[in-house]
């Protein structure tokens, strides 16, 4: 081999070498010298240096999947939440030491540099997080995988507020340059939309129906590294991006329309423009469906006639790969497979069939009904009609398979339909992936069993083998290593390093909660990572936290059922006692109050409790006689790379859904491994969290799920709560009297009469509940040694949470994907 061709990742790992690529990026990448270098010029040639070291393994892992075609996993997903990319990138390549101090020998920090990358939003919350920690947790674990989603120009909105108030901005996240991405223009492929079906004799005399399009775009894909934790290997994620198609273009320009020609240039360019910003009920729209057959379209065109090899025989499909199908937004995938089994490439339709059955499997994350997706079929024939006629297809056959299974139960047959008739006719996606997938599954342990009991009933009594759990977890590498670094090195010097692949071992940490030394070095690290997020808040709103609290932290999506209002409830009581006099502030546990939350900018209801917990955190934080002891913060545009300086600091963390509501819940489990104790309801992975860390260490609350059924059924009626508890009424008449609004009592109006009388979630039912709870949590904490020892033991049994354990149950119950260790 000459010295040109040279692996740069085998001759440059030395800070010489890594300060010469640095610098040749810097010159030609950039076209800036050092001295002239902005930060953000030296954050995009420090990224690309980076890149490179990882670009011979991301070469190898290709060459290696392409030569052994082992089985593998399409993750199919509209969001991928990524976060930052380059500590990552640092931690996974193992040059963390080395650029450190390669840049500092030219005078320049890493962190400054760090903290210039704009992290990729393309996900609203849980979901897209999730998969980002599932595709990091494959690679480390050396399973081939290739997740599959959309290159939003625009991610979730930026969070501001004005006076309190939810103000959205676009989230340009392209601004400054992307240089984790690779563009392929020269690999897009044709998405179609819209047209018609026709009938026609085909060549074997058969009489098929074949779709003739009405328009189309083309899906350009920007591939990205998903490294593995220091294992060589570095997997895809492949994001498509929308555009124009030539001929689309062409036929306009020749009719001399130019300003048409690029009117329609937009329209394409539209579909991938922007994330929708729903986080729990979809909101129907063309433009959405768009996006979901677009992605995936693409990607199934891509693996079919890219990933797989030259003459691959499609009947062999089911044992080459599994799309796994992250919630129901990517379902038509599922018509899709058989269009072009059976339109495409001539099928049998129970050929197709037989092999598309076998190729998905569905993930769901919701419990509420009104977050199921379903499709108009009006509007889904319009934008896909053959997809439709498939489906209906689909349905048919099915329905058929029930009449005979049931032969006197016509009701249950109709609500089995794919198809709904009320209020419209649509169809329903969560069944057409429960009815064509191998497994459904849940994502924690009660969640799985409301499925089966309640949402999917029919399905499971069905199909019972279908139904399973695969309980959330979280990456290590991102959410302890490095977003809790001081943490880590006590870990790792107490049980050795092993535990960042291995999160079982943190179990070795169990004694040392009884060793005094240790806890004392524990609480300096959690008085340390206050202090870190008290700087970072400072610097960024200006804000000041006291970091000698409690730090009680709720974040986490702004919705009804998670009751931020509760919590709300518990801080205005406080204050309320507190003012009143009833209550001696000198006895009260300092806290600080964090929240952290966007509200979907339609929901109305939402936006206006941010706009309370302002107001309520304004008057707080003004009153003098509360100085230093009690105090409400909300940091605007809380995301990835706030939760990994905010969640470390925790002392507290909150997790009291209604019980039977939150599917999972993921900040749960990164609260815990960076030992936050946890006041929490019995939902979903709360359920879990408690039973490993044990009831001692953890605070539980609030009415059990089949309570809240049995207090609904009953006919729930909030304002009894409000007549017989006279805190709960100071504090709702203390929010209504206008205390929050400079007297105006029109302003939070909405939020108190929505809580008396009608409180979806039950916020009033289990307010006293979740007081007496937090005076439990003041007692536990009045006594530093039995709290860190709970907190130790939050980590030390927190290693069930670690997404590498869900990617190994999803491997055992639903994909049967063995780990390809690397040659
Ligand atoms: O998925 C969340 C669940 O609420 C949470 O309990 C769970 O831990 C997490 C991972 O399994 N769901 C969630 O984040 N959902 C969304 O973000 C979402 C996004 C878009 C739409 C619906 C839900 N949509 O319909 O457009």
Redesign the pocket.
Known sequence: MTENSTPIATRERTVDGFVREFLRELNFGQGVDLSRASVNDQYLAMARTVRHYLMVRWLETLRRQGELQAKSVAYLS??FLLGRQLDNALLASGLEDIVEEGLSSLGIDLATLRDAEVEPGL????????AACFIDSLATMNVPCIGYGIRYEYGIFQQTFVDGWQVEKPDDWLALGSPWEFPHPEAAVRVNFGGSVEQYQADDGVVRRRWVPGWSVLAVPYNYMVPGFENGRVNTLRLWSAQATHAFDLAIFNSGDYAEAVRAQTFAENITKVL?P??????GKEL?LQQQYFFVAASLKNFIDEVLPEGFDLHNLPDRINFQLN???PVIAIPELMRILVDEKGWDWDDAWSVTSKCFAY?C??LLPE?L?VWPVDLLGRLLPRHLEIIYRINDAFLAELRQEYPDDELRVRRMSIIAEYPVRAVRMAYLATVAGTKVNG??EL?SQLLRDKVLNDFSEYYPDKFTNVT?GVTPRRFVRLANPALSGLITEAIGDGWVTDLDKLSGLEPLAEDAEFRRRFREIKLHNKHRIADVLATRDGTVVNPDTMFDVMV??L?EY?RQTLKLLHIVSLYEQVTSGRLDIGSVTPRTFAFGAKAAPGYLLAKQIIGLINAVGRTINEDPALEGRLSVVFPANYNVTLAETLIPAADLSEQI?LAGK???????MKFMLNGALTIGTDD??NVEIRRLVGDEHFFLFGLTEPEVEQLVDRGYHPSAYYETNASLRRALDLIASGAFSNGDRAVFEPIVSNLLHEDRFLALADFQAYIDAQARVDAAYADPEQWTRSAVLNVARGGFFSSDRSMRDYIDRIWHTPPVPPA
């Open positions: 509209a969001e996900g609203n919350g849980g979901l897209g997080r999730l929708y729903e986080d729990s009920t979809p909101q959405r919630d129901t937004h993930t994350h919701t977050a997706e994502v924690a969640h959330n986490k999506r919705h998670k859904s939150e599917a999972s819940g993921t900040g749960n979903g992975a």
